[in-house]
């Protein structure tokens, strides 16, 4: 791709609120100068905003304060004026009822926040996965230029000379101690371990899944994905992106510069090359949708089903996070996709070089955490994307995370009405199901949850996994934790809250999996399903008012990416009206 970098020095936008004599102008510049700040840091240089997510109720983004000061290094060394700003938070580890159910409204937050105040570019400073997307989403419908820096993922986490992966080894544990095979003692005395440095997930879960899509898709400079948040290199990428961000705003580079198509069939690829999160299905096609690119899971499963997965890492693999950027990182994984055939060399990316010029000289340190394209850890690691008369819409499944004996199956259906229905239910040694049945989950979708939680990789039953059995075949509307593993149907579309088919499923139906051929398929007659949903009716009221309301009225089914349908698209950055 072909960029031609503005002409500069020239009026900036800030300068609608900074420059001139005015007394609007004297009212915007005299109130900033209550900071400390001088006169000449409005004499029409960048003036760069700081989009922090830093909250101690997202404890992947506790360090942020830190690295936005590094920011602020780069940005000033540019002769920049960086101005920090906070927005909405959203971490899945306390956030209820799901940090999903508020990702559009952080996205809503950043996208006003950049618009309405003085500023000609923005460093995104994210971490826990919702933020990822959230921030990207809001910049890109305001389209000026934007940088992304990631906090970084944790140290390695380790109990008793083992490897701890942030989520994976939860899961783990838990149905260990279900199954009689850890005592809590010992679950506790390894809780000490999960967590062990600031960071987000350690694993290939969503926020590290997340990282590497944006660096997949040009919005980071090259390297930033793996970079261990408490490594000095991780605040030495802040500095050198703050550095960038100003460059950036002189050539009038901006997402919709960026965010190609080909930037998003790159990005497709290299999470089957990762073994990524199934939330950066969601996640990408609300980006897409925000820049006008008309992204479908049907792009997602023709695009990653030849992608054979190579990053050895949780909950896939062997590795973690820490050992990933030892290894070499993402660009390592990017220069393969592109030797390959799979890659499109030409896009444009935030460092304004091309994709394959920052990957071209990368190097693979350790062949045991990026493996070899002729010895992948899946031959298949893209997303299959299931269709079928229980998700006319779509599905999907992570085929590097499942068992391959599931991959084709047909059981009887256990199903669960709801979460609750679900809680009070799987430890009853009178449920009656075996380790050939479908577990059916519902009303976990956008709607249903509300919000669309990781509810998805329902725990087994304890008489299951009494007998060594560690996966079954389950299916929901639901998602699950990027972190999380095992043969798992999610994002069922339309979603029982909005009447799809799966809200009529019954115990004792057949359904037959076969991702080969990306079916999934109720045994029931049409005429039967047809008469189920004619008499179905919502067994939850819609929210009666406040955000909650909005959201039910306004989001998007999870198979065009769950946004709100009056964000899709860009509303550009015109100067709002001045009251003054």
């Not at 040009?218 to 000095?232: E, K, Q, R």
């Not at 190609?260 to 999160?277: M, Y």
């Not at 980006?287 to 089903?305: N, P, S």
């Not at 091309?354 to 298949?380: R, S």
Request: with cysteine; charged share 25%; aromatic share 6%.
């Amino acid at each position: 791709m072909t960029f031609k970098p503005a002409i500069w020095p020239r009026k900036l936008r800030s300068q609608e609120w900074f420059g001139g004599d005015s007394r609007d102008h004297i009212y915007h510049r005299s109130w900033m100068k209550n900071q400390g700040l001088p006169a000449d840091l409005f004499d029409g240089r960048p003036v760069i905003g700081i989009c922090n997510t830093w909250s101690q109720l997202t404890p992947c983004n506790a360090h942020l304060r830190d690295l936005a000061e590094r920011v602020k290094h780069g940005i000033y060394e540019a002769g920049g004026l960086p101005l920090e700003f906070p927005v909405f938070s959203t971490g899945e580890s306390a956030l209820r009822p799901t940090a999903m159910m508020y990702r559009n409204l952080a996205a809503m937050d950043v996208e006003e926040a950049i618009r309405a105040n003085p500023l000609d570019g923005v460093a995104l400073l994210v971490g826990c996965d919702k933020t990822t997307p959230a921030l990207l989403m809001g910049a890109a419908s305001v389209d000026l230029p934007a940088i992304m820096v990631s906090g970084g993922p944790m140290l390695n986490g380790w109990f008793r000379g083992e490897r701890v992966g942030s989520g994976t080894a939860l899961w783990q544990m838990s149905e260990d101690i279900k199954a009689g095979k850890m005592s809590r003692e010992d679950f506790l005395e390894a809780e000490q371990s999960m967590s062990r440095s600031p960071g987000s997930c350690n694993t290939m879960g969503t926020a590290s899944s997340m990282a590497s899509m944006v660096e997949a898709l040009g919005m980071t400079l090259s390297g930033n994905a793996a970079i261990p948040a408490v490594d000095s290199r991780r605040r030495v990428m802040g500095h050198v992106s703050g550095r960038r961000i100003v460059e950036m705003v002189k050539d009038d580079l901006k997402p919709s510069d960026v965010l190609t198509r080909d930037a998003f069939e790159n990005a497709i690829r290299t999470n089957g090359a990762i073994g990524g999160s199934t939330n950066a299905v969601i996640h990408l096609m609300a980006i897409a949708g925000r820049v006008g690119i008309d992204l479908t899971l049907d792009d997602w499963d023709r695009l990653g089903r030849d992608v054979p997965t190579i990053v050895n890492l949780m909950p896939s693999g062997k590795y973690l996070m820490e050992e990933f950027f030892y290894a070499g990182g993402l660009p390592v994984v990017i220069k393969r996709l592109g030797e390959a055939g799979l890659l499109h060399r030409d896009t444009l990316t935030v460092s304004g070089e091309t994709a394959w010029h920052q990957v071209k000289d990368a190097t693979n340190f350790n062949e045991d955490v990026i493996l070899p394209a002729d010895a992948p850890l899946a031959e298949q690691g893209g997303i299959a994307v299931l269709r079928g008369n229980l998700a006319p819409n779509g599905a999907v499944l992570k085929p590097s995370a499942a068992s391959p004996h599931l991959l084709t199956h047909r059981g009887r259906a256990v199903v669960f009405e709801n979460i609750d229905d679900y809680k009070a239910r799987i430890d009853d040694d009178d449920l009656d199901i075996d380790e050939t049945c479908v577990m059916v989950l519902k009303m976990c979708g956008p709607r249903g949850y509300p919000g669309m939680s990781e509810v998805g990789n329902m725990g087994l039953p304890p008489k299951v996994l009494k007998k060594g059995i560690t996966d079954m075949v389950r299916i929901s509307d639901a998602r699950m934790s990027g972190t999380a593993y095992g043969t798992v149907i999610l994002h069922t579309s339309p979603e029982a809250a909005a009447g799809g088919p799966l809200a009529i499923v019954r115990n004792g139906d057949m359904i037959e999996l076969d991702m080969p051929g990306r079916r999934i398929h109720l045994d029931v007659s049409e005429a039967e399903i047809a008469r189920r949903l004619a008499e179905w009716k919502n067994p939850v009221a819609p929210p009666a008012s406040g955000y909650a309301r909005l959201f039910h009225d306004h989001v998007q089914g999870a198979d065009t990416g769950a946004d709100f349908d009056f964000l899709v698209g860009c509303r550009g950055n015109a100067v709002p009206r001045d009251s003054h």
